[in-house]
């Protein structure tokens, strides 16, 4: 038991310590290839890698639900093979026929079909198991760091999202509770009425606190103003400026920035 | 904002949505382009997906990078942020009680969203709501850039609803619209998975046989896979408007002017 979790643990951790983009190149490279290939070893190989790399480096913990992954994998080659020999009716081998008065399905039923449906399928679920060993390995506060620089308000806008989450949640489960003493019970969709509502509200007045915050900060100064505060700067630094330039005030000071403070007492000295 | 910036960033909107359209539609193109002009397709197989895949996430990013603008407005962030937040914690309740099938209540403040604070907001709502709930839930996968274009476009398109004073008529208005949209966004991610299942039009038993048959198949599909889930869907988003929209509109209606004001430094 030991031997097998050490190993485990250890493959998590090199999982974890990968770069989240390494981890969208391999997703890259993955889905790419099995988009591109309509070979059955080849999509049954990436298959099997994707699924290790998932066991091995994926981190499940905080994940409260997670796909089902090998039942919806049935389900899709099923239907895919199922739909392709009633719509396809191609190929020479025929396993038996439907009448052709039949609308869309009728026809001949063929094997051909049936291998056709079956590698459309592998391809679909094989695609869906790369994207799950992804979001598995990578945690969600990590993904964002992917966001690009142009996007970068909409990354903020996912942080803030996710930061605002659980609170509320909490939110949700104090209204409910706050409502429950004052007798209101939970009935049908109209029972709800009175916990969206109070919910949204309070989200959009912390929301504009939090506004209030970032601008505070200098969000969303806007280059202009930036200008223009470094214009006042300058402005109002100018007549000490000139008047210490005109003094002779030694050019040492103003090259050598961090030295100016302790020079300053003898540079009076110095000029006299 | 001058005009011309207006009429440019309208023009990049248009452009934007035109390439996802083409990339959702592309497993019907394709065979029109083989049957009139007489174009042998040099797409080889497995590109359709690909390409499609390509197309909207590029689709994606310009409506992204254009909605989100050159201005910041920190009340915007903010309250977008919570928005999405909210939306995530529905998405959070469907995912751990599903509902009956494609019901889903992401939709209601996705709608009512756009419809209050606009277009803008509503593309951005819808867009950053499938993302972040995605990364929340594991939902990350090859139709994230579809979702996420079509949540867009619900709320995109709910900004432009007409405002009668009325709120009978608002309501009318809102539940048909999301009834619609039920149905609407089951096809649209239909298309999605569509070149697998069906096969790729470039190179498979489809090769040659023209838009007819593609759609003929394409309807059979839809009534095979998703006609039910759909149907789950359009109920429950009129459910929710009713129950919730009006009151709901209200609520956000009351932030609108509070998000528009803006101290400018002359």
């Not at chain 1, 142009?150 to 989450?165: Q, W």
């Not at chain 1, 402005?235 to 920035?257: E, N």
């Not at chain 2, 996802?20 to 590109?47: C, K, N």
Request: glycine share 10%; aromatic share 10%.
């Amino acid at each position: 038991m030991s031997e097998e979790s050490i190993t485990r643990q250890q493959a998590r951790k090199i999982g974890n310590g990968l770069d989240p983009r390494a981890w969208a190149v391999w997703l890259l490279a993955g889905a790419i290839l099995t988009m591109l290939t309509r070979n059955p070893l080849y999509l049954l190989l990436l298959l099997a890698i994707s699924r290790t790399v998932d066991t091995l480096c994926g981190n499940r913990e905080g994940i409260g639900w997670s796909l089902p992954f090998w039942r919806v994998s049935a389900v899709i080659v099923l239907f895919s093979v199922l739909f392709n020999m009633l719509m396809a009716h191609i190929g020479s081998t025929v396993l038996f026929t439907l009448p052709e008065s039949w609308w869309l399905i009728g026809g001949p039923i063929t094997l051909e079909a049936a291998a056709f449906g079956f590698v459309s399928g592998l391809s679909l679920i094989t695609l869906l198991s790369f994207f799950l060993a992804f979001s598995h390995a990578v945690p969600p506060h990590r993904m964002i760091q992917l966001v690009p620089r142009a996007l970068h308000e909409m990354g903020l806008v996912a942080l803030i999202a996710m930061t605002f989450l659980p609170e509320m949640l909490q939110q949700q489960r104090r209204i409910r509770e706050a409502q429950a003493i004052r007798g209101n019970q939970i009935k049908g969709l109209r029972g709800w009425r009175p916990i969206i509502i109070p919910l949204i509200i309070g989200g959009f007045e912390r929301s504009l606190n939090l506004a209030e915050a970032m601008v505070s900060r200098g969000f969303g100064a806007t280059e202009t103003q930036v200008h223009r505060m470094v214009h006042d700067c300058c402005y109002c630094w100018r007549w000490p400026w000139r008047w210490l330039v005109r003094c002779g005030w030694p050019g040492v000071a103003s090259r050598a920035g961090s030295l100016w403070l302790p020079v300053l007492p003898f540079s009076f000295w110095l000029t006299d | 904002m001058t005009r011309s910036e207006q009429l440019l960033g309208g023009l990049l909107l248009f452009l934007a949505s035109l390439v996802g359209v083409v990339a959702l539609l592309l497993p019907f193109l394709v065979p029109i382009a083989q049957t009139t002009g007489g174009v042998t397709s040099t797409l080889r197989v497995g590109e359709t997906p690909l390409l499609m895949l390509v197309l909207a996430v590029i689709c994606l990013a310009i409506l992204l990078v254009e909605f989100q603008g050159s201005r910041t407005n920190a009340k915007v962030v903010a309250a977008l942020g919570v928005m999405v937040a909210g939306t995530a914690v529905l998405r959070f309740i469907e995912v751990a009680v599903p509902g009956p099938g494609g019901f889903s209540p992401i939709f209601l403040p996705i709608i009512i969203g756009g419809y209050v604070f606009g277009s803008r907001f509503g593309f951005l709502l819808g867009a950053m709501s499938i993302l972040v709930s995605a990364l929340i839930t594991g939902g990350v996968g090859p139709w994230l850039p579809f979702q996420a274009l079509a949540a867009g476009w619900v709320g995109l398109l709910a900004g432009w609803l007409p405002r009668p004073d009325n709120p009978g008529l608002q309501l009318i208005i809102l539940v048909s619209y999301g009834f619609i949209w039920g149905f609407l966004f089951g096809a649209i991610m239909n298309l999605y998975t569509w070149p697998y299942l069906a096969g790729d039009p470039a190179q498979t038993w489809q090769q040659g046989s023209g838009l007819i048959t593609t759609l003929k198949s394409y309807v059979a599909y839809y009534v095979a896979t998703s006609l039910v889930w759909d149907t789950a869907r359009a109920v429950g988003n009129v459910a929710l408007i009713v129950v919730l929209g009006i009151p709901l509109v209200r609520a956000l209606g009351r932030f609108r002017d509070r998000l528009r004001f803006e101290a400018t430094t002359a």
